[in-house]
């Protein structure tokens, strides 16, 4: 059962452009959602996360947008460079015990020039 | 990755061999994880170690086994590669609620 479903699987916009990458969760005891940025033969990296007292976080050009009763969270990047083009990972976990992240598939996002 | 090593990078196995994947790190945490990455399957938790001397199971655990002697160092054993497992595998630490994980830099492992 996969318990965080992301889509899509591959997004391509110019650079400028917004992309946006959407995730879903069934189990309604996560309580901290974080997104990882990943580059080609390298391990993911942390990107931004957030938790469901809040309905958005924002680190520069970088957004999460939380909805809690749809069980639903999504990454929007503004103005889209070359250099975001990457794989990005949605992620969840319970906070407190073992903390096991459990991740999306994955969306490989490529920003054209 | 600053903070988490893997070694070795690149493994190539034939079926039946067994090797182990091993992962340190000098940041001084306590939970440790590995996961399997595969294309379209996202990463995939094998087993992870809460403690120095603990570990459990994780989503696909069948065919590893993990140690977790001290706290700096968290291994991968595979006993008897099967082709399966090819894929690429990443040590991670938890470094806290609000940094989430660090990850290795991976080991990519081919079983012939």
């Known amino acids: 059962q996969q318990q965080v479903k992301q889509s899509p699987q591959s997004l391509i916009v110019q650079k400028g452009g917004i992309p946006i990458i959407n995730c879903a969760y069934e189990?309604?005891?996560?309580?901290?959602f974080p997104w990882y940025q990943q580059f080609p033969g390298k391990g993911p990296a942390l990107l931004i996360a957030?938790?469901?007292?809040?309905s958005e976080k924002k680190e520069g050009r970088f957004t999460i947008s939380f909805n809690k009763s749809a069980k639903q969270f999504s990454l929007h990047i503004m103005d889209s460079q070359p250099g975001d083009s990457a794989t990005y990972f949605c992620?969840?976990?319970?906070?407190?015990?073992?903390?096991?992240?459990?991740f999306g598939k994955g969306t490989k996002l490529t920003v054209n020039p | 990755n600053a903070g988490v090593t893997q070694t070795p990078k690149f493994q190539v196995l034939k079926t039946g061999q067994s090797m182990t994947l091993q992962c340190a790190q000098d940041?001084?945490?306590?939970?440790m994880y590995w996961y399997r990455q595969d294309p379209g399957m996202g990463l995939r938790l094998i087993y992870y170690?809460?403690?120095?001397?603990?570990?459990d199971k994780g989503e696909v655990p069948n065919g590893y086994n993990v140690s977790r002697l001290n706290k700096r160092e968290f291994s991968l054993r595979l006993e008897s590669a099967a082709p399966s497992q090819t894929s690429v595998y990443f040590c991670?630490?938890?470094?806290?609620?609000?940094?989430?994980?660090?990850f290795g830099s991976g080991t990519r492992l081919t079983v012939v």
């Open positions: 189990n309604t005891a996560f309580d901290y």
């Open positions: 991670a630490l938890r470094t806290g609620p609000t940094y989430g994980y660090t």
């Open positions: 170690s809460a403690s120095e001397g603990t570990t």
């Open positions: 940041m001084n945490h306590n939970s």
């Open positions: 957030i938790r469901p007292d809040v």
């Open positions: 992620a969840a976990s319970i906070q407190g015990g073992s903390e096991k992240l459990v």
